[in-house]
């Protein structure tokens, strides 16, 4: 006899690390920079950063990153100074020594002195940075967004820097106070001005046909802004984790440009990390008729005491036009006390590729992860859950999600495990699949010759970057945990 486990009181190691694993390495929530949040305002560190030869730039055209048709699962990451190092500069065998520095394959020259008036851009926008400047936003000035630092607590091994350093003479690396070395990451949103979007396309193709001895055109050699989900699900892992971030981050920045308070314009202040509205009206306390605001707009508010913004976000105590925007979505694995059932369902948006996946859906004000969990689940498939548990979670930047991932179970009693899809009738279909054929799905390798047809209905699941699948295999994994003889009584 099998002993019922309820989810994650008791757990083998093995699968206590593959869950651990799971968690560490989701796909787009890799965690590639150490973010230091707390310099975005630091406009000395900023203006340090900006300039360094190191500092690594990854362009975007609104969301879509840059990129090179013969390296497409990675993206066209551009430094400031010439020959800084590169990813095949690394020695054989020594790939984790450096820690990751992106994609120059190509890319021997800098910014700074090959592409015209990218010093201007950076110095322009350095100022309009510190000043908080209300023409951040202009039409060709693009929109700048500190991502991080590459540093030691993210793999970076500083020594073989300094070593480089010494023997190149160039500096390889940032160090700020002697408290935060490594190389600075921006993310740099050039739509609104087309002559650098050209010019940086040019850029690269000009130093691929330099490396091949060729005069082919940007369209030849594939140098364009992505748009495509074809890239965006292929980028290797921590590609995929820059790219999510900065388009995250743009989306957040482009979709709020006005103040949800007052109707002002906003600007992106603190290097990309926070908006602000230009609102710079003020009103004296328990006087807020729009005469009085207008007529207290001449007084500054430090001249007098009572006066506050007549922005109602600016003068709140917290005080932020809008966090950056990530919407949370509860997805679920729906199982059974000991694993042996999994509930997966057809959304009628895949009812062409019969694939089967978790139940997800927004997060509602004022819910609990848990509860959203246990209503989505039953308002979707009728099924009653009695326990959830939050799993792993992934950002998802189709345009700002994030996923938080959940197991829920349900204690079989011949009504909570009815399916029902009539509640908001969002499903074509939902079954409870034996978990010994999903695990064919999960593992197609394992699958015997005799058993080759166990699949008729050519029932698929998602793909492996996403947090549906492994869920799925998790619940998979456990089963086969479950069954495993030190379990047994
Ligand atoms: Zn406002």
Known sequence: MVRTLPPFRIMSQSLHTTIKDLQKDMYYGNEVLNRVSFLREDTEFISKSLFHPST???????????????????????????????????????????????????????????????????????????????????????????????????GLDINSLKVDCELNGDEKYLDHQGRYQGIAYYAVDVSSNKELCRNLVHFVNDTINEKFQTDKTPEENGVFFTHSRKHFLTFESKEASLFSQGAMFFHWLTTNKFCPGCGHPTIPIHAGGKLYCTNEETITANDDTAAAAAAAATASTSDRPNAKSACPVKSAPVSNVSFPRTDMAVISIITNTDRSKILLSLGKRHFTSKMYSCTAGFMEPSETVEIATKREIWEETGVTCDEVNVVMTQPWPFPSNLMIGCIGVVEFNGTNELIHLGHDNELLDARWFDTSFVRKLVYPEQVTEADKDFNPEGIMIPMGQSIAYNLIKMCVDEEDENNKEEYKL
């Open 56 to 154: 690594r730039f990854i362009f975007f055209n609104k969301q879509n990153p840059l990129v090179h048709k013969n390296f497409a699962n990675m993206l066209t990451i551009m430094t400031n100074g010439d020959k800084q190092v590169c990813v095949d500069q690394i020695e054989p065998g020594q790939s984790n020594n450096l820690g990751y520095t992106g994609n120059l394959q190509f890319l021997p020259l800098g910014l700074m002195n090959h592409v015209p008036h990218w010093k201007e851009i950076l110095h322009t926008w350095n100022e309009d940075n510190k000043n908080m400047d209300k023409s951040l936003r202009s039409k060709g000035k693009p929109t700048f967004l500190f991502m991080g630092l590459l540093d030691e607590s993210v």
